[in-house]
């Protein structure tokens, strides 16, 4: 095999495998779950995706976490202040609750992450997207205007926070942003922090960077935290009654006191459906209702099972357009017409120089060509090169290594040192002797003597 083709054989698999690395971190980087995902940063659920980590720790740390799976409860829960209210699926809430979000008692604080724009507004929160990554940033808290006003976490010095940026809609001063604008706070009696990136606080991203410093400050401040865990899209809240009712419903006599601390292993404040998660609507097949149950399919497998199954597709396509494309050496074949010998030649030559096939032509013309002065030095196929050179070059007259050099040297680089040794090769070829096999020339044929003319003929 000549020198160019070794190196297509060890450059191809590399340039793949250098493909298939990158394609694997890139599509790590915009891995993004959705906050529709069963499970998402969920406090009980072990995945990737989930919220378990952060949960434990918080629990390590002497922070209560009340675990709650309806909107109401987790509202009513706040009480007694201070209490942190996380919401970390903003987009599964029912837009007849969103607006209660306004209602929390004073010493609360509302963390949202990634909310659309409808649950901004509905919240009356004074912020708008101001722009989104494709990938998640690692940023600073502190930005070219001053420095980051949460000293909470602040001691995070670079957090995955920057996906959604925001910007304030109302009075200047009155929005605190930090961290690229990925953060923004809205002081007040209820405190009210947006998170652009949900990277912090799930299990498979809470050990890169400062993510952890950044979560466990944000959350655990106030000593307790409420989470709201939603499985799915929120039901809507019951109808009001006639009588006139206040904004937020009153507490029933049997919840329980959300100052009587549970923690993850004692349950929900609920009975635990069939089927469900504890505390909310059942979470099996079936729970979504009307709204559209998704494909099994895609939640039977892990969603790194689907993005090695896309790489290795992409691999074998890639290996069959390659093979597709690549010329190897001509095959002979019984052609099915009668084709003139000129037209084949040049075809089969032209075939070998698209294909570069230098090293075997030259095997090809060398072979044809020992063959020929075998037969008529009258030397066996199995002599060996230098009797083949040295009875050859008597009969050339050339000089023994030039006739070796020419019937076993290297190949040739290029196609005009190709040309050269076939028309070499012919040349030895011509003055190594007539060939045994030459056809004798026919004799003259005598010359037609006149029929004689007989009588009568006037010829």
Not at 33 to 41: A, E, H, K, S, V
Not at 178 to 189: D, E, I, K, M, S
């Given at each position: 095999?000549?020198?160019?083709?070794?190196?297509?054989?060890?450059?191809?698999?590399?340039?793949?495998?250098?493909?298939?690395?990158?394609?694997?971190?890139?599509?790590?980087?915009?891995?993004?779950?959705?906050?529709?995902?069963?499970?998402?940063?969920?406090?009980?659920?072990?995945?990737?995706?989930?919220?378990?980590?952060?949960?434990?720790?918080?629990?390590?740390?002497?922070?209560?976490?009340?675990?709650?799976?309806?909107?109401?409860?987790?509202?009513?829960?706040?009480?007694?202040?201070?209490?942190?209210?996380?919401?970390?699926?903003?987009?599964?809430?029912?837009?007849?609750?969103?607006?209660?979000?306004?209602l929390l008692p004073g010493g609360t604080r509302l963390v949202l992450v990634d909310p659309p724009r409808r649950v901004l507004a509905a919240a009356g929160l004074p912020l708008r997207p101001a722009g989104r990554r494709w990938a998640t940033r690692a940023v600073s808290p502190h930005g070219v205007d001053g420095s980051c006003p949460l000293a909470e976490v602040t001691p995070a010095a670079t957090a995955a926070v920057a996906r959604q940026r925001y910007a304030s809609t109302g009075a200047p001063g009155g929005v605190d942003l930090c961290y690229a604008g990925g953060l923004a706070r809205l002081p007040g009696a209820a405190e009210s922090v947006v998170v652009g990136a949900s990277d912090p606080f799930r299990n498979g991203r809470i050990d890169e960077w400062d993510n952890l410093v950044f979560a466990t400050g944000l959350l655990g401040t106030s000593g307790r935290v409420v989470w709201l865990d939603l499985d799915g899209p929120a039901?809507?809240?019951?109808?009001?009654?006639?009588?006139?009712?206040?904004?937020?419903?009153?507490?029933?006599?049997?919840?329980?006191?959300?100052?009587?601390?549970?923690?993850?292993?004692?349950?929900?404040?609920?009975?635990?459906?069939?089927?469900?998660?504890?505390?909310?609507?059942?979470?099996?097949?079936?729970?979504?209702?009307?709204?559209?149950?998704?494909?099994?399919?895609?939640?039977?497998?892990?969603?790194?099972?689907?993005?090695?199954?896309?790489?290795?597709?992409?691999?074998?396509?890639?290996?069959?357009?390659?093979?597709?494309?690549?010329?190897?050496?001509?095959?002979?074949?019984?052609?099915?017409?009668?084709?003139?010998?000129?037209?084949?030649?040049?075809?089969?030559?032209?075939?070998?120089?698209?294909?570069?096939?230098?090293?075997?032509?030259?095997?090809?013309?060398?072979?044809?060509?020992?063959?020929?002065?075998?037969?008529?030095?009258?030397?066996?196929?199995?002599?060996?090169?230098?009797?083949?050179?040295?009875?050859?070059?008597?009969?050339?007259?050339?000089?023994?290594?030039?006739?070796?050099?020419?019937?076993?040297?290297?190949?040739?680089?290029?196609?005009?040192?190709?040309?050269?040794?076939?028309?070499?090769?012919?040349?030895?070829?011509?003055?190594?002797?007539?060939?045994?096999?030459?056809?004798?020339?026919?004799?003259?044929?005598?010359?037609?003597?006149?029929?004689?003319?007989?009588?009568?003929?006037?010829?």
């Amino acid at each position: 095999m000549s020198a160019p083709g070794r190196r297509h054989r060890i450059i191809v698999p590399v340039l793949v495998g250098v493909l298939l690395i990158a394609v694997t971190l890139v599509t790590r980087e915009i891995d993004q779950p959705d906050q529709t995902d069963r499970g998402f940063l969920s406090p009980v659920v072990t995945e990737d995706h989930g919220g378990s980590r952060l949960a434990a720790i918080l629990g390590e740390r002497g922070v209560t976490v009340h675990r709650e799976t309806d909107t109401l409860r987790a509202l009513l829960a706040t009480r007694p202040a201070p209490t942190t209210l996380f919401v970390p699926a903003p987009e599964l809430l029912h837009p007849r609750t969103v607006g209660y979000l306004g209602l929390l008692p004073g010493g609360t604080r509302l963390v949202l992450v990634d909310p659309p724009r409808r649950v901004l507004a509905a919240a009356g929160l004074p912020l708008r997207p101001a722009g989104r990554r494709w990938a998640t940033r690692a940023v600073s808290p502190h930005g070219v205007d001053g420095s980051c006003p949460l000293a909470e976490v602040t001691p995070a010095a670079t957090a995955a926070v920057a996906r959604q940026r925001y910007a304030s809609t109302g009075a200047p001063g009155g929005v605190d942003l930090c961290y690229a604008g990925g953060l923004a706070r809205l002081p007040g009696a209820a405190e009210s922090v947006v998170v652009g990136a949900s990277d912090p606080f799930r299990n498979g991203r809470i050990d890169e960077w400062d993510n952890l410093v950044f979560a466990t400050g944000l959350l655990g401040t106030s000593g307790r935290v409420v989470w709201l865990d939603l499985d799915g899209p929120a039901p809507p809240p019951p109808e009001p009654s006639p009588a006139p009712t206040r904004p937020l419903p009153e507490r029933d006599d049997d919840i329980d006191d959300p100052g009587d601390p549970e923690d993850l292993d004692s349950g929900e404040s609920g009975e635990t459906a069939p089927g469900g998660r504890p505390g909310g609507e059942a979470s099996g097949p079936g729970s979504r209702g009307s709204s559209g149950e998704p494909n099994p399919l895609w939640s039977a497998f892990p969603p790194w099972f689907w993005a090695l199954l896309l790489q290795l597709g992409l691999a074998a396509l890639l290996i069959a357009i390659g093979r597709a494309r690549r010329l190897g050496p001509p095959t002979p074949e019984p052609l099915p017409v009668s084709v003139p010998a000129a037209e084949t030649v040049l075809g089969r030559g032209r075939l070998y120089q698209r294909a570069r096939a230098r090293e075997s032509t030259a095997r090809l013309l060398r072979t044809a060509t020992l063959a020929r002065l075998a037969r008529r030095v009258h030397l066996p196929a199995e002599a060996p090169p230098a009797t083949v050179a040295a009875t050859v070059a008597a009969r050339t007259g050339d000089r023994p290594d030039t006739i070796h050099e020419l019937l076993y040297g290297d190949a040739p680089p290029t196609d005009r040192n190709l040309l050269e040794l076939a028309g070499e090769l012919d040349r030895v070829t011509r003055a190594g002797g007539p060939s045994p096999a030459q056809p004798v020339a026919d004799p003259p044929a005598p010359p037609r003597l006149p029929k004689p003319r007989s009588e009568g003929d006037h010829r």
